[in-house]
């Protein structure tokens, strides 16, 4: 699937450019990128604290082990690139598009992440706890044995996406339609349980 901005808006023009640079383990201290275009940039095991980076494009990047912490990626599109094994701690990711990425072992945790589109994304033992999605477009996403921990699902889009095994105990799911997802072994709570029933037409008495 191509991840399509709401509204029809398209992805930002970049305005210069960094390519194939080798930027492994690099340390990134509150630095700012407006605009840039990243391509075949390697930027695996980088630290990344404080940075923002609006409206850029990543293309065939390398983001494996790196490590971003309290940093911001807003209205980023991201093409083709790798998150193996890398962790998001707090960070803003509003906006931001992804499209043709793995994300095998992506740790995020705490942060804002509404409004992203990860249409199709595999998904598969990634972890998310106490993270804003809200109003996410994860339509058609793989997200079996994951852990979706108290984390904010309203109004996320979730059609045809794959929750089996999953663990979504805490997290928000009153707009959860039981009938458009797989939900074979998904953990949830007994709160949980009380929403999806009344989602699929029971009247839960005590």
């Known amino acids: 699937m191509t991840a399509d901005r709401k509204r029809g808006r398209s992805a930002s023009s970049t305005t210069t450019a960094v390519r194939s640079a080798d930027w492994d383990g690099r340390e990134l201290v509150q630095e700012t990128y407006h605009q840039v275009l990243f391509v075949d940039v390697d930027m695996t095991e980088l630290t990344n604290t404080g940075s923002v ?24 599109t991201f093409s083709r690139s790798s998150f193996f094994d890398a962790t998001f701690k707090g960070c803003k990711l509003t906006g931001s598009m992804f499209d043709g990425c793995s994300y095998g072992l992506l740790k995020v945790e705490g942060g804002d992440w509404s409004f992203t589109g990860l249409p199709g994304a595999d998904l598969r033992g990634s972890a998310f706890h106490g993270v804003r999605l809200r109003e996410a477009d994860l339509s058609g996403a793989r997200l079996e044995k994951a852990e979706v921990l108290r984390s904010d699902l309203s109004g996320a889009l979730l059609h045809g996406a794959d929750l089996t095994g999953c663990d979504l105990r805490g997290s928000d799911l009153s707009d959860l339609d039981p009938s458009t997802v797989t939900l074979k072994k998904a953990i949830i709570d007994s709160f949980q349980a009380t929403v999806v029933a009344t989602a699929l037409g029971f009247d839960v008495r005590a």
């Open 53 to 76: 980076f609006e409206e850029c494009t990543f293309s065939n990047v390398r983001f494996n082990v790196s490590v971003h912490e309290d940093a911001m990626f807003l209205n980023c």
